[in-house]
């Protein structure tokens, strides 16, 4: 995840830089935030969908017991921050004891990610007196466009009404908004949506080549939509961190973000400012696959995130997870390396330290390679480090500033 927001206030109240990694066998201590899928079941049918969930019981699914087991071994392994996710997680038959159960176990931070469409009544209720840390509610758009995305009319509807009951009930939440060339025409909506109802956070996220993401890779954005979103995005935080609102914007699963935020940066700032945005930047590490982030599914398989299903280290039925995570996996000890060992353009890219190869199973869905280059890195080689002739296409990108709703001239950049 790339917290944009964070990095904008660094240019205007510089903190010190927090050295979170180290490097080559001391990765290994790092512990991640766990993203627990808890079930499969879902009552939408998301085209994006990374884990392919339908509304129906799925086999093999931890138990009660099992589950329970699995909370206390992250709680005594001491975990940074635990999501419990799903399909729907509002789904599962146990979901509220389980919340329950990490709450007191005193997780330093417990987050839900909802499609938000249960978030009604008694169940927000219970939400709310679990005392989450976040909820995190996925729309794909306004009215229809949602709906079509989500597979069930009215969810737009169902989803805002969960983020009025969120809000009304003090917790904090989110909006997570997937960005494709069905969509894209939407994300000034999507940000004036947060505007207009207090939303907390916005968070957009790039499509990742995994379960149903993979089969409608199609309809990922081309890399010029990107750039202009990613324009949009910058000129909001900015215009955020300006006049001290609120909104937090993050993105995720893309790294080659923080590259361009970086490059944005040196265009409009002098450079000790620069330098010490890039110091932070370099500090974070882009990618964390396998090292900060880690992924449990619903039959108690880890993976290195959500959307590696293909590749399993363990499972917690079978192994603790604390073992699983710190035993010798060949494929973790691989992306702990810093640098990893990547080819094509990523391996020659000069900013390796800030992206950190971007999102490894892309690379994988398309050529079969895991160190292979990232296909959505919209960056040009000028802009990553390279001779500019390589690829003439990218280099000859143009980039249509972003005006939407929130331009304001007073918050020029320069």
Not at 362 to 373: F, H, K, N, S, V
């Amino acid at each position: 995840m790339f917290r944009l927001t964070q990095y904008m206030q660094q240019l205007v109240a510089p903190t010190p830089v927090r050295v979170r990694r180290g490097s080559g066998g001391e990765n290994a201590g790092v512990k991640p935030v766990v993203i627990w899928n808890l079930t499969r079941r879902c009552n939408l049918k998301c085209r994006h969908c990374y884990t392919v969930s339908a509304d129906v019981d799925f086999p093999f699914e931890l138990s009660h017991e099992q589950a329970m087991g699995v909370l206390d071994d992250l709680s005594g392994f001491g975990i940074p921050a635990l999501i419990l996710s799903g399909g729907e997680p509002l789904s599962r038959f146990d979901f509220f004891d389980i919340a329950e159960r990490a709450r007191a176990l005193n997780f330093r931070y417990l987050a839900l990610s909802t499609n938000g469409t249960k978030l009604v009544g008694d169940t927000a209720a219970r939400v709310a007196d679990i005392g989450f840390d976040y909820v995190g509610i996925s729309l794909d758009g306004i009215g229809k466009q949602n709906d079509w995305f989500r597979g069930k009319d009215g969810a737009f509807d169902e989803a805002l009404a969960g983020v009025r009951e969120c809000k009304a009930r003090g917790i904090k939440v989110g909006l997570r908004f997937t960005i494709t060339d069905s969509n894209a025409h939407m994300l000034d909506d999507m940000l004036d949506l947060c505007d207009s109802e207090g939303v907390d956070k916005f968070y957009l996220s790039h499509l990742v080549y995994a379960g149903r993401g993979d089969k409608n890779r199609g309809e990922d954005t081309q890399h010029i939509r990107t750039r202009n979103a990613m324009d949009a995005l910058i000129e909001r935080a900015w215009i955020a961190v300006a006049e001290d609102e609120p909104l937090e914007i993050v993105t995720g699963n893309n790294d080659a973000d923080a590259v361009y935020f970086l490059q944005w940066a040196r265009k409009h700032f002098d450079a000790e400012k620069v330098a010490h945005v890039e110091d932070h930047l370099r500090a974070w590490g882009g990618n964390s696959s396998g090292l900060g982030v880690a992924n449990i599914a619903p039959t108690g398989a880890v993976h290195p995130d959500t959307y590696w299903s293909d590749y399993t280290v363990g499972n917690v039925k079978q192994t603790p997870f604390t073992q699983l995570w710190t035993g010798d996996d060949p494929m973790l000890a691989t992306l702990r390396q810093r640098p990893r060992p990547l080819k094509g353009r990523c391996g020659a890219c000069a900013f390796k330290e800030v992206c950190g190869g971007n999102t490894r199973i892309r690379a994988l869905q398309i050529t079969g390679d895991p160190w292979a280059e990232d296909p959505a890195c919209y960056l040009s080689n000028g802009e990553i480090g390279l001779e500019p002739g390589a690829t003439p296409e990218a280099d000859r990108l143009t980039v249509t500033p972003f005006r939407g709703k929130r331009h304001d001239p007073e918050h020029r950049f320069f």
